[in-house]
Antibody, heavy 119, light 113 residues
Framework: EVQLVESGGGLVQPGRSLKLSCAAS????????MAWVRQAPKKGLEWVAT????????YYRDSVKGRFTISRDNAKSTLYLQMDSLRSEDTATYYC????????????WGQGVMVTVSS | DIVMTQSPSSLAVSAGETVTINCKSS????????????LAWYQQKPGQSPKLLIY???TRQSGVPDRFIGSGSGTDFTLTISSVQAEDLAIYYC?????????FGSGTKLEIK
């Protein structure tokens, strides 16, 4: 059974940093592209970043480019999201998700972790 | 960016009825190289993570009941739920994966009368 478990969320002041982790199990992590998708309170879904299965390429939405860094450790089956210079508009539940090879729909999702940016 | 427009934003139906949710993209999602439409549908039940229902516009994810049917091509797509059940109470989203940034529709909230 595919399992994705996010951690590292919490309350953080604007301008500060936070690092999210996503522990994967139940599938061959190194075979999958991976992504972070967020959902602001009572709002819709918003793609944040994607990393290719071998870590060779990364993609970001414009609003987080230069502030967020997606990375992965295939030996540990873990995905990360380093979030710097956080803003109030980054407040959301962050989901870790798998993306199929050659087709970037989101197959499986974690339960999500809440990030609140507030002074 | 490719803009995804969903309609209606909400609807309420009785169990057993058929529901149609529409999704329109600002540019074609049909890739000529493989004749596939880069469009997916998700279901998000209250308090839960989203779940993939349909990809390639009409391919059901494993385990998804066959009452969920995806159709359409190019810029116009439809999710049809036949014989709606109480457990289908959720918000439904379409998503394009033709190009980055990957974008979602604003969602359609399905309520059961």
């Amino acid at each position: 059974e595919v399992q994705l478990v996010e951690s590292g969320g919490g309350l953080v002041q604007p301008g500060r940093s936070l690092k999210l982790s996503c522990a994967a199990s139940g599938f061959t992590f190194s075979d999958y592209n991976m992504a972070w998708v967020r959902q602001a309170p009572k709002k819709g879904l918003e793609w944040v970043a994607t990393i290719i299965y071998d870590g060779s390429r990364t993609y970001y939405r414009d609003s987080v480019k230069g502030r967020f860094t997606i990375s992965r450790d295939n030996a540990k089956s873990t995905l990360y999201l380093q979030m710097d210079s956080l803003r109030s508009e980054d407040t959301a539940t962050y989901y870790c998700a798998t993306q199929g090879l050659g087709a970037f729909y989101f197959d499986y999702w974690g339960q999500g972790v809440m990030v609140t940016v507030s002074s | 960016d490719i803009v995804m427009t969903q309609s209606p934003s909400s609807l309420a139906v009785s169990a057993g009825e058929t529901v149609t949710i529409n999704c329109k993209s600002s540019q074609s999602l049909l890739y000529s190289g493989n004749q596939k439409n880069y469009l997916a549908w998700y279901q998000q039940k209250p308090g839960q993570s989203p779940k993939l229902l349909i990809y390639w516009a009409s391919t059901r994810q494993s385990g998804v009941p066959d009452r969920f049917i995806g159709s359409g091509s190019g810029t116009d797509f439809t999710l049809t739920i036949s014989s709606v059940q109480a457990e289908d109470l959720a918000i439904y989203y379409c998503q394009q994966y033709y190009d980055t940034p990957f974008t979602f529709g604003s969602g359609t909230k399905l309520e059961i009368k």
